[in-house]
């Protein structure tokens, strides 16, 4: 039997902040040594805040509002933004990214808070390791998406400074 703590699938969300980079570190203390161990970063970005102006081909589509794209223009629209956030973490990961038990995944959904617990959950996670920020006096020390983590999770939780 190991002294050390270690979990098989961890899920990371991350941001590219201090904390996100903290929990990071932190994951990768706690991420078992075997082949089969995972640690996934998962970047969520609110879909109403997609913000892309250009198709994954590169084809700009400036001046059309978001409700009169089909559904293939709006997917590539989404789909080109996930792509570049996904390469800038893993720029922002540095030599993590080498890693083969870590991979990175980036997804929009309308609540980052339920999008990281349903991940977590269908992707088998054995913990969530995030950061938190102290923002929201209603929320106390932890950050509104931490605290909705903590709230939609059905495994443990970690929140790191």
Known sequence: MSDKLEFKTIVVP???SDQAKHALEVARGLIGGSEES????LH????GMVGATENV???VIDGVPWG???YETYKDVVDGALARIKSEVEESVGDAASDPRISIEAIADTSPAEAIAK???????D???MGRRGLGALRGMLGSVSYGVLHSAEMPVLTVK
Do not use: K, Q
């Not at 995972?38 to 970063?41: K, P």
């Not at 991940?119 to 996670?125: N, P, S």
């Open 68 to 70: 009169l794209l089909d």
């Open 57 to 59: 081909d590169g084809t």
């Open 127 to 129: 913990l969530i390791v």
């Open 119 to 125: 991940y977590a959950a269908t992707h088998g996670a």
């Open 44 to 47: 969520v970005i609110p879909s």
């Open 14 to 16: 991350y941001d590219g």
């Open 38 to 41: 995972r640690l996934m970063l």
